[in-house]
């Protein structure tokens, strides 16, 4: 069962208009980063103090049908707003194609967190030079299925 509740959009236009074109396609549009194409997906979770759903594209990296989500923020020195809502609501529906579908999120740590960073910054290297830019190491979620 998916997420329940009032959805309140990002102030960020194109994060807007991204979520909405990527959902009304079901995922055969809006699919990738802006002006590139690696691929995104949607991840729906519940605000860490509002309480209302939100929905961010991130970078898809997946693995034996797990997924990473990876709190790079473009290298700046604090975490993307989603980092505290993933904390404090750890379920989310994650969007890989026409249906989303829920996911237990935890923090990866240790020699787990290494693993999926490295698959991360493989499968968009992008995060290597974020990692430099910034002193915090960046925080790297597990996203696992539940099944019903």
């Given at each position: 069962m998916t997420l329940q509740g009032e959805y309140e959009p990002s102030t960020a236009?194109?994060?807007?208009?991204?979520?909405?074109?990527?959902?009304?396609?079901g995922g055969r549009e809006a699919n990738t980063l802006r002006s590139s194409r690696d691929p995104i997906v949607v991840i729906t979770s519940?605000?860490?103090?509002?309480?209302k759903?939100?929905?961010?594209?991130?970078?898809?990296?997946?693995?034996?049908?797990?997924?990473?989500?990876?709190?790079?923020y473009g290298g700046r020195p604090d975490n993307p707003?989603?980092?505290?809502?993933?904390?404090?609501?750890?379920?989310?529906?994650?969007?890989?194609?026409?249906?989303?579908?829920?996911?237990?999120v935890r923090l990866a740590e240790g020699g787990e967190r290494?693993?999926?960073?490295?698959?991360?910054?493989?499968?968009?290297?992008?995060?290597?030079?974020?990692?430099?830019r910034t002193d915090r190491e960046i925080p790297v979620f597990i996203l696992e299925p539940i099944e019903d």
């Open positions: 236009q194109w994060v807007r208009d991204q979520v909405a074109a990527y959902e009304a396609s519940v605000g860490a103090k509002s309480g759903l939100r929905k961010n594209p991130v970078m898809r990296v997946e693995k034996d049908g797990r997924y990473a989500a990876v709190a790079s707003t989603w980092y505290a809502n993933f904390l404090a609501h750890p379920v989310v529906d994650l969007q890989d194609g026409p249906e989303p579908k829920p996911y237990a290494a693993e999926w960073w490295d698959h991360a910054v493989r499968t968009w290297p992008t995060y290597a030079s974020y990692q430099e």
